[in-house]
């Protein structure tokens, strides 16, 4: 069978150019201006620069990949990267040769990618191989403030790559490292209130809503509850009492399970949480577009193929609009990630987690390191119970990224009062 995996194919010119570049790329295609490390997170950085090492952080957008080279560019090494192999094919192949040149390889999703978890092993137990991986994995949990469910299987490919080092070097280690990165808008509170007033009012334009007098937090609940309001009639669900997250919830599922049933998805779990019915959905739609070769994939016509998309950014859309998330704490970030939202469902953007466009205040990204692990202090633990031991170790270091996301929230401000929704 023809092979779908894409190597790393490292070009010390390209990573140089990469190098003087990424300032301004980070400006351009992300809008942040700066990268910011504390003195003891930069050294705890340095000090693994010779080490075996996975370098964890959150994934709520398409800037942590540049951020992670950013931090490799700090430690004085070069990191390896793993993208989706449907990335490769952007622009005619041209985003993949300059994946290759700076140490990225494919992995495809939804499918025991044996080759690429084979180069996984083989970085790891290089000396002084490093990795950086998302444990959220795909699709992109755009908020900032949230964590996504961990997947295990990162986990296990340590733990493998552990076994293959053992055998040639008996005392051999690779260290994990988690981080957190947290983007802060760097415009005055009041010209945020005015740029996000003018780009709600775009909205209820469209939508022919009366703000009346009300908030900045009201017309955007009241904007998000519109919206599930038509959606509930485009998609025929009875409207009942319950409250906004569960109609939300119901509608987003309806969603899901409907374009499931158009591709006649096998295995497909109806009684699933959204992302995980959304990863499934989004893995199959992208070997449908690589073209690989198999008899479970269904067969969706171009016309079809596009209306499947478009419904998984749109249930994608209702998955990260949280009424809960955003009434606890009305922070700029947080009414952006709620606009950006509207825009795709109302004005047919394409969503930044997507390609879109960069984010539209100039921003600054903190980055927070926690303690390191090393895989060798858990392997004999994982020799006599695997699955429990990844568990343990998941938790742990969720647990290490939910203190450093804690400890990132005091850098932003709410620019309403929490909790003020008065009357819809």
Known sequence: MKSFFIP???????????????????????????????????????????????FFTNHPSQAEPMIAYHIANVMGTRFHYMATRRAFDFAFGLVGKWFQATNSFSVLPGVADKESMRMTRLVLTQKSGKLVIFPEGEPMC??????????PGIIKLGFSALSDLRE?????????LPGFIKYVIKTPHDQVIKNLENAISEIERKLDADSGGRNLLRRFLMVGRILQERAEKEYGIEVTDEDFNYRVGRLRHKILDNVADLMKIKHYDVK????QKLRVLTSTLELIEIGYPSPDLPKLTPRQLEFVNNECIKAYDFIVIKRDYLISNPTPERFYEWLQRFQSLVLGRTPRALGGEPHPEPR????????????????????RNRSGCVQNLLTSLRSDMQVLLDKSQSLT????????IGSL
Not at 142 to 151: A, G, I, R, V
Not at 413 to 420: H, K, L, Q, S
Request: proline share 7%; charged share 25%.
């Open 272 to 275: 699933a949480d959204a992302i």
């Open 168 to 176: 040639v070097e008996p005392n051999g280690d690779i260290h994990i």
């Open 142 to 151: 755009s908020e900032n403030d949230s964590l996504m469910p961990f997947q």
């Open 413 to 420: 401000a709410p620019i309403v009062a929490p909790g003020d």
């Open 8 to 54: 790393p194919e490292f070009n010390v010119a390209a990573a140089w150019f990469a190098d003087s570049v990424l300032p301004l790329s980070l400006k351009t295609a992300q809008n942040i201006e700066e990268v910011i490390l504390s003195p003891e997170d930069r050294e705890r950085i340095i000090s693994l620069r010779k080490e075996r090492l996975l």
């Open 364 to 383: 600054q990204a903190h980055v927070f390191i926690s303690k390191s692990y090393r895989f060798g202090d858990y392997y004999d633990e994982y020799k």
